[in-house]
């Protein structure tokens, strides 16, 4: 009964010890730097749409659904039904992703960064970087 006893201390103790030492991150910054951000596309949207971060931060985008998109920075024009009538590529991101596949862009400096999908003219969105 003793040793018994004597195991069952260890065992909590062990425990007690391993949890001490572990980490949730519950107190971590959600806009530090060393964290990442995903943006997913979900019925022909990004979501989030927009998105603000510190700079430092790379932002992935995933496909989550079944068809093909693109991420492009840049500028454009929308007409009145909400869809782009022009589009100015801006270079600093421009890829065309297949389902299940991502991309991602460290942003080192603050501003606003707009982008879209240039294949379904209602996808677009923002990324803010703050200091």
Known sequence: MNQRAAGLALLFGAAISFGACSS???????????DGKTVTTKLL?????????????TVTWTVSDSIGHTVTTGTFELGGDGLRTSENPDGTIDSQLAAGEDVSYTFTEPGTYTYYCSI?????GVVEVTK
């Open 24 to 34: 949730d991150d519950a107190g971590a910054d959600p806009a530090s730097p060393s």
């Open 120 to 124: 379904h003219k209602g996808m677009s």
């Open 45 to 57: 949207a990004f979501e989030p749409e927009e998105l603000t971060v510190k700079a430092g931060t």
